[in-house]
Nanobody
Framework: QVQVVESGGGLVQPGGSLRLSCVVS????????IGWFRQAPGKEREGVSC???????TYYADSVKGRFSISRDNENTVYLQMNRLKPEDTAVYYC???????????????????????WGQGTQVTVSS
């Protein structure tokens, strides 16, 4: 089985930065596309970012483009660097591994959750003064 664990959430002031980590166990990152989703209270789950394990292709939602950056190491960790954070970024952030494809699933310009997925437990990000 594939296990996904997120960390790095916390409280940060508007304009600040935070880096989330996603550790994927059970295999190497070469096997899976890794995505970040978030869900704020009263809102639907939103696809934030994704990185392909096959060619390194990345995706960013329009709401975070230019502020967030996704990356991976050579082993088992994917990072989401979040800069110039806004209160509307407040949400629980979930890391997900696509167990079927090594790329990202984007339809109509929107990142879609994998059909066969391993989800992390979520990490809370709160942007507030």
């Amino acid at each position: 089985q594939v296990q996904v664990v997120e960390s790095g959430g916390g409280l940060v002031q508007p304009g600040g930065s935070l880096r989330l980590s996603c550790v994927v166990s059970g295999s190497t990152l070469n096997y899976y596309g890794i995505g970040w989703f978030r869900q704020a209270p009263g809102k639907e789950r939103e696809g934030v970012s994704c990185i392909s394990s096959s060619d390194g292709t990345t995706y960013y939602a329009d709401s975070v483009k230019g502020r967030f950056s996704i990356s991976r190491d050579n082993e088992n960790t994917v990072y989401l660097q979040m800069n110039r954070l806004k209160p509307e970024d407040t949400a629980v952030y979930y890391c997900v591994a696509d167990r079927l494809y090594s790329g990202c699933t984007v339809n109509g310009g929107t990142l879609r959750p994998p059909l066969v997925a391993s989800w992390g437990q979520g990490t809370q990000v709160t942007v507030s003064s």
